[in-house]
């Protein structure tokens, strides 16, 4: 069982635009004023191809994906909102906040997946019927996986249910580790905006969690699974520093992977701490993160086969 992968899907931002739905409740979307949907498509796929490109020279395997109906999708290039893929041959999928995301899962991309990596799915935990109960849980937006220790860590908040984090657990047997994170005066929409977890690092800002005893807890369970802390600020939020991934490039080598806003606001020493852990990757992002609220992490499915 390993922390991290070689193997990442991506989603071309076809139909890439601000999108109403998702920004009810997530504050890190500004609207699209200045220029038109087709100009903000444009340059949300040059950031897009340039980031794949990018990993791509790293050694990522990337699946990249263009499915049917995505020019209609306008968050389709946030993927990992969706479905997860696991080493034990499961995949799940997940219940979305926006009815307008719903339409972003195309159970194609399995078959494209099992032909081209040369697997098979051997079963499929379904939690989309949650959204008949407006309940919903969006994958690994919403739970950072520990997959090693099998722990889901999950920041509560309209868009991540504490029930379905219960059942997600029990069919999937990880622990839950449960808190709540506050950005601004409301819930942190997704986890993974506060929260980055590595192969032995935890980056977090714990500031954004006011509760001392769930700030222990996490420190304790981060302690016993030998994860270094690495503190992030809320300013740094902002810039979509907790959104980063580790994932393997050629000859296994690690990367950490973000936005240039991201990397431009870490200190001098975080870098050091990072650099630790992996070669920092990092490109411009800013129409995808202005407009469709979410960074370099979101963009990238991790494929455990």
Request: charged share 25%.
């Amino acid at each position: 069982m390993k922390q991290i992968t070689n193997h990442i899907l991506m989603v071309k931002p076809i139909g890439f635009t601000y999108n109403h739905e998702t920004a009810t409740n997530n504050h890190f979307q500004n609207s699209n004023n200045d220029i038109s949907s087709h100009q903000i498509a444009e340059k949300a796929l040059r950031e897009f191809d340039k980031l794949v490109n990018q990993l791509d020279k790293k050694g990522v395997n990337l699946i990249v994906a263009d499915p049917k109906g995505n020019i209609n999708n306008p968050d389709a290039v946030f993927p990992n909102n969706w479905f997860s893929v696991h080493a034990d041959g499961k995949k799940v999928l997940y219940p979305m906040f926006a009815k307008n995301r719903r339409s972003e899962r195309v159970l194609d991309i399995f078959n494209d997946l099992e032909k081209k990596l040369s697997i098979k799915f051997k079963s499929t935990v379904d939690l989309t019927f949650y959204e008949d109960q407006n309940l919903f849980l969006e994958g690994t937006g919403s739970m950072i996986l520990d997959r090693v220790n099998k722990i889901s860590y999950a920041a509560i908040s309209e868009r991540t249910s504490e029930k379905i984090l219960i059942d997600f657990g029990r069919q999937m047997n990880y622990e839950i580790i449960s808190f709540s994170s506050i950005h601004k005066n409301a819930a942190i929409y997704h986890t993974n905006v506060m929260m980055c977890l590595g192969d032995a690092f935890s980056l977090i800002c714990l500031e954004s969690i006011e509760s001392l005893s769930e700030q222990k807890k996490l420190k304790e369970s981060f302690e016993n699974t030998n994860k270094q802390i690495i503190e992030i600020s809320p300013g740094q939020i902002d810039c979509f520093a907790g959104n980063m991934l580790q994932v393997l490039g050629k000859d296994n080598q690690p990367l950490i992977v973000m936005s240039q806003s991201a990397f431009q606001s870490l200190e001098s020493n975080q870098i050091k701490e990072l650099e630790k852990y992996g070669e920092l990757l990092f490109s411009d992002l800013s129409t995808i993160e202005n407009y469709g609220g979410g960074s370099a992490r979101c963009m990238m499915a991790e494929l455990f086969i």
